[in-house]
């Protein structure tokens, strides 16, 4: 039986891109920032942006996108390793096929282009 990687769970590809986000504890009623950071890779339901601020698996944050001004609920599903004063956050939106990043992503099962 072969054992599936975490890439091969993935359900659309991740497509490494700098955007500038806003985090907000979105469980506060006034919505406090957390941070004024970058996400690091994006897909289809969520991505992976670097924190300094302490979060929780689970916790419920809210994004804003700072070049599109949009705002969207989601919750951190994965926190990788401290490097430089930041740690790498997996984020999952609320809200599942959001078009959030305005990016096209590739067809799942597609493959990169060799370099």
């Known amino acids: 039986m072969k054992v599936k990687t975490r ?17 907000s504890d979105s469980e506060s009623s006034a ?13 289809k339901y969520g991505g992976l942006i670097a924190m300094r601020a302490n979060v929780a698996r689970g916790q419920k944050l809210t994004l804003f996108n700072k070049a599109t001004a949009e705002r969207k609920e989601c919750h951190v599903v994965y ?5 430089v004063g930041k740690r790498q956050v997996g984020i999952e939106f609320a809200e599942p096929l959001t078009d959030f990043w305005k ?3 590739p067809a799942p099962g597609s493959k990169p282009i060799p370099e």
């Open 103 to 105: 990016v096209s992503f």
């Open 79 to 83: 926190l990788g390793p401290a490097q």
């Open 31 to 43: 919505n406090p920032t957390l941070e004024d950071t970058f996400a690091l890779a994006v897909n």
């Open 7 to 23: 890439i091969e769970h993935r359900r659309s590809q991740r497509v490494t891109l700098t955007v500038p986000v806003v985090v």
